[in-house]
């Protein structure tokens, strides 16, 4: 049961970046935004690490940090938030919601998990769900390049997610996180000082946002999501992602006003089919 409950509550925390994102995005362009984020979490991670510099400051830990703070902040959060600049939210939602597909191909391929039809099956559904959701199909073609964008970012995202379950899985998970944030920001703010816009303090609420996606998103949804690859596999884990469109619908009509149409709930249904699907293949 707990463990349910967590699933839930990573994808609630880690969807709710995209509705609280465009919050901040109203006032700083995309680099900005993910630098100033990524060097607050660093700032308030710092404490933690510091308590901890054996297992820190390992050399294991920084490389892999590293790599993961490439991949996954900087490339993937990078993309994907530029990618809302120039297609629909929900449109984006779906392209990272291939990062299931992804990442069971690549732990298959590289001979980590075992790909089963079950499996597999849950993950065709739960995106399928997503695709209901999304309304994707029911209107025109995007703009390629978003999409192109949003595919890139993705991709980086699972390539990170097979790293962490092969190499780091051992590794403590406040100072990986930290890494990731320091190398993250690091690598954002040269883009954001080079292609950004001008740049003036933020608003009242632009900044709460940033607050909240650097406490609550980057460092609590962040670590939950390297304890889940930990339990479930990278496989499984990153099918829980197929849950993100349903909480983003339900956090957009709460914080955004947005209408709440019948076809979240069918959508919503389907996902929780194939998630079932997909818990069920790993145990």
């Keep these: ?61 920084i490389v892999l940090g590293t790599a993961l703070g490439l991949l996954n902040n900087a490339v993937y959060l990078g993309l ?38 079950r499996k597999l099956a849950g993950i065709t559904i739960g995106f399928f769900g997503v695709v209901v959701i999304s309304g994707v199909a029911t209107t025109g073609a995007p703009d390629p390049l978003g999409v192109a964008l949003a595919v890139a970012g993705t991709a980086a995202f699972a390539t990170g997610t097979v790293l962490f379950r092969g190499k780091a899985a051992a590794l403590p998970v406040l100072p990986l996180n930290f890494w990731q944030s320091a190398v993250g920001g690091l690598a954002l703010l040269p883009v954001a000082l080079m292609v950004g816009g001008p740049w003036e303090p ?21 670590a939950l999501w390297l304890v889940l690859i930990r339990t479930s596999g990278a496989a499984t884990a990153s099918s829980y992602h197929l849950l993100n469109p349903f909480f983003g619908v339900l956090l957009s009509c709460a914080l955004l006003g947005t209408a709440f149409q019948p076809a979240d709930v069918l959508g919503a249904a389907i996902i929780a089919l194939g998630l079932g699907l997909t818990v069920r293949s790993r145990s």
């Design 202 to 222: 933020p608003s009242v609420p632009a900044t709460l946002a940033i607050v909240y996606l650097a406490v609550v998103v980057t460092i609590g949804g962040m």
């Design 80 to 117: 994907t938030f530029t990618a809302l600049t120039t297609i629909r939210p929900e449109l984006v939602v779906v392209v990272v919601s291939c990062a299931p597909f992804m990442t069971t191909m690549l732990v298959a391929a590289l001979g980590m998990e075992r790909l089963s039809g």
């Design 1 to 61: 049961m707990w463990f349910y409950v967590v699933v839930a509550l990573f994808s609630a925390l880690w969807s709710s970046a995209f509705v609280v994102g465009k919050i901040a995005l109203a006032d700083l362009d995309p680099f900005t935004m993910l630098s100033l984020r990524f060097v607050l979490s660093c700032l308030l991670l710092l404490p933690f690490v510091l308590m901890r510099p054996t297992t820190a400051f390992d050399q294991r830990t």
